[in-house]
């Protein structure tokens, strides 16, 4: 299999990498500066600038809205108990594609095809229609209707969590895609 423009681009990035690789292989295994953050895939979101993070300060665990998932919050529990993590920050961001579809319309969209989609001004659509599976009826994708809402309910879910330390603080921010700027979401409970 021939390798494609990217795939060699990665690998070119990560030979300059190892050039200047250091002593990076001494950094100890928990995060130095002890804390999680759970934030978005989202290509325009760079949290070792945002929050000021260098190499082994901190777990970033990342996914497509930021959502406290099933699988983020198995990384947070182990962040914490096994890597000594003391708080966690759940950074959800404007203009986020989660906001852009339902459950209903990628499912509908992945049970003809798996191929990827378009959107105009009619909305979402595949461009073909075939090769889909009806198995993501069976995902519940956590898209997003409100960001404040969304920021609130992953904090409560992993507060709430029977699994975590009810000692831990979880903070909750939106990222503004416009600024850089990280807004708190103010917390009811």
Not at 67 to 80: C, F, G, M, P, T
């Amino acid at each position: 299999m021939s390798k494609t423009q990217i795939h060699q681009q990665v690998l070119g990035a990560n030979a300059e990498y190892v050039k200047h690789f250091g002593n990076k292989s001494e950094l100890a295994l928990p995060p130095a500066r002890q804390f999680a953050i759970l934030t978005c895939m989202d290509a325009r979101l760079d949290p070792a600038k945002y929050a000021g993070l260098a190499e082994g300060d901190a777990h970033v665990i990342r996914n497509a809205g930021g959502r406290a998932s099933d699988d983020a919050i198995r990384s947070l529990i182990i962040s914490h108990k096994l890597l000594g993590t003391k708080e966690w920050f759940v950074i959800h961001h404007t203009d986020c594609g989660m906001e852009l579809f339902t459950n209903d319309i990628i499912q509908d969209l992945l049970a003809k095809s798996l191929a990827t989609a378009t959107v105009d001004e009619k909305g979402w659509r595949n461009v073909q229609e075939e090769g889909g599976s009806d198995e993501a009826r069976f995902v519940n994708f956590l898209t997003i209707k409100n960001l404040e809402a969304s920021v609130s309910e992953d904090v409560q879910r992993i507060k709430n969590h029977p699994l975590v330390a009810k000692d831990i603080p979880v903070y909750g921010y939106i990222y503004d895609v416009k600024s850089g700027k990280l807004i708190e979401v103010p917390q009811t409970n």
